[in-house]
């Protein structure tokens, strides 16, 4: 079984800074990738961020400049670095694991930012 712990979640003011962090645990296949998700209120849930194995990144456009995705693969814990932060970033942020034939879910973390 694995699961994910979120953190870092929290109020901001527009234009502060955050540092989310996830960390998984049980069995863990070497090769997987690492994503953030976020719902916002009403709409769709939607990727983000995310990194392999590897450490190639990908960014949604609307948090390219402003967020950075990172791993420690040897603590199993992917790290999002968001700055800039606007009212419209404003969402539960979800971190996922991706793994051959299967994939696990974090509980989320709030993340609110206000004008």
């Known amino acids: 079984q694995v699961q994910l712990v979120e953190s870092g979640g929290g109020l901001v003011q527009a234009g502060g800074s955050l540092r989310l962090s996830c960390t998984a645990s049980g069995s863990i296949f070497r090769v997987n990738t690492m994503a953030w998700y976020r719902q916002a209120p009403g709409k769709q849930r939607e990727l983000i961020a995310l990194i392999t194995s590897g450490g190639s990144t990908n960014y949604v456009d609307s948090v390219m400049g402003r967020f950075t995705i990172s791993r420690d693969s040897a603590k199993n814990t992917v790290y999002l670095q968001m700055n800039s932060l606007k009212p419209e970033d404003t969402a539960v942020y979800y971190c996922?694991?991706?793994?051959?034939?299967?994939?696990?879910w974090g509980q989320g973390t709030q993340v609110t930012v206000s004008s």
């Open positions: 996922k694991l991706i793994m051959v034939g299967r994939d696990y």
